[in-house]
C-alpha cells in the first residue's frame, strides 16, 4: 500500500517520473532502496539518503559538493505510466516497500508534473513532442527543472519543443516564488544505466550555463544516491551513453557466452553464472583501484599459462576490433535516437 498523496495540490520535494518505464523505474527504485537502507520513516528519508550519497561522491573533477542548504531533496515520487498494465506491474513491484511514498499516475502528466518541482523526463525518444509538446504541459513545466534521460535527445531540441520562440533567460528573484510560472524550464540531461536498480548506476551528466548551482546540486545527489556521477560535455554525451548505458548489456552477452562454455565443461549454470559476475566484480575492483586493464591481463597471463591460451583464442577471433566496433557502432545509433527533434 503507497500512502494517500493529492496529485492536484502542488508540493514541494516532490520528483515526478514522466514515463516510468525500464530505466525511470530503475532510477525510483534504487532510490527507494537507498532510503529504506538507510531509515525506513519519512522524517528520515532526506538525512539518511544524503549519507549514502556522499558516500558514492562525484568525479571527472566536478566541484559542486551537494550541500543540504540550498536545494530540496524529493521525499515524495510520482511514477507516472500510461497503461493499466504498467500501472499494475509497477504496483506489484512497489509492494515490497514498506511504505513506499510512491503515487502511480496513469494517463495524466500534466496532473503529476503540476504536482512537482522536479521532473525526470524517461519516455521513449520517439515520444518526445506527444510527451512535452502539450501546452498545458509545457505550462505546468515553467521554472521548474526538467531532468532528461533520454537517449540521443539534445537539451536544445527539447528547449525548442518547451520554449521554441522565447530566449532562455534566467528569472529575476523574489522572495514569494512569484516568476516561477512565468521562468524557463530548467533542463539538465543525464544517462544513467539500469545498475540504478542496485544503487551502482554509472551517470554522466550534462547541462547548460542557465542551469542554476542549487540545481546542479539536486541533480549530483539525486544520482549519486544511486551511483556514480561524471560530469561531461555535451559533444561527448552520445559515445558516453554507448560506453556506460549500453555496456551492460555487452557484459551481459559475455558472461553469457562464458556459461556456455561451463555448461558444455560440466559446470552447473546458476553456479557458473555466480563465478563469473562474482570474477568480473573483482576484476573491475582491481581496475577501479588503480590496476591497469593492460598489467591485470599481464599478471594473470602468466608464461606458458593456461590464461594466454585463451587469449590468443580471442585475438584470432578479433575480440579487440569487434568490441571497439560496436562501441562505435552504438555511439552512432545513439546519437541518430533524436532525429527528427531539431
Known sequence: MTPAYDVDVAASNTLTILGCGTLGSAILFGLLVSLTENGSSRGSLQNGIASNGNKKGLSNGHTHSPSDQDFQKPTHFIACVRTPQSAERLRAELSRFHHAPVTIVQ???????????????????????????????TKALKGKLLISILAGVTIPQIEGILHPSSPTTKPAAKANGSTRSQAPTTIVRAMPNTA?????????????????????????????????????TAGQFD???????????????????????????????SEAQTMAAETMKGAAMLILAGESPDTLKEKVATPGGSTIQGLLALERKALRGNVADALIRCTAAAGSLGDGHS
Open 196 to 232: 540504478s536498480f542496485v544503487c551502482a548506476s554509472t551517470t554522466v551528466i550534462t547541462s547548460t550555463s542557465t542551469a542554476t548551482v542549487s540545481a546542479l546540486h539536486l541533480v549530483d545527489w539525486l544520482f549519486a544516491t544511486i551511483g556514480t556521477v561524471t560530469h561531461i
Open 107 to 137: 494517463g495524466d502528466n500534466v496532473r503529476a508534473v503540476q504536482a512537482a518541482d522536479t521532473i525526470l523526463l524517461g519516455c521513449q525518444p520517439q515520444d518526445l513532442e506527444s510527451c512535452l509538446g502539450e501546452p498545458s504541459l
Open 239 to 269: 559515445a558516453c551513453t554507448a560506453l556506460c548505458g549500453s555496456t551492460p548489456a555487452f557484459f551481459a552477452l559475455f558472461i553469457e557466452s562464458l556459461l556456455d562454455g561451463a555448461v558444455a565443461l560440466g559446470l552447473k549454470r
